[in-house]
């Protein structure tokens, strides 16, 4: 298990607000970039129509760090009421496998 701290974000829009929130999680994301421990933070679009984001970070303690920072409160505010349930947030601890590298998602 590594030390690095891979989230899965995913954030499910009512059809009539997609485009806002998807612009949204769109401007904010580079942002996210630049704060402390941020390894990598990947925005996605499902076929289904859900926005997934994909982070990772340095240490846990650098994603509840973020968890306090302007650019989840700004997302928070932006999504309120135009989602159809909770965002949902798994946080995970990558186990590696393999000896090619790629079993692993996070390098640590």
């Excluded at 899965?8 to 999680?25: M, Q």
């Excluded at 926005?51 to 997302?75: F, N, P, R, Y």
Aim: charged share 20%; with cysteine; proline share 5%.
């Amino acid at each position: 298990m590594t030390s690095i701290c891979t989230v899965v974000a995913i954030f499910t829009p009512k059809p009539e607000h997609y485009k806002e929130v998807f612009e949204l999680l769109y401007r904010i994301t580079p942002l996210v970039h630049d704060e402390p421990g941020c390894e990598f933070y990947a925005m996605n679009e499902e076929v289904d129509g859900r926005i997934i984001q994909i982070e990772a970070w340095s240490t846990k303690q650098h994603w509840l760090d973020h968890i306090g920072q302007q650019t989840v409160i700004d997302i928070l505010a932006g999504v309120e009421g135009k989602l159809t349930k909770d965002i949902e947030v798994f946080e995970m601890y990558n186990v590696p496998t393999g000896t090619s590298g790629k079993g692993s998602l996070a390098q640590g």
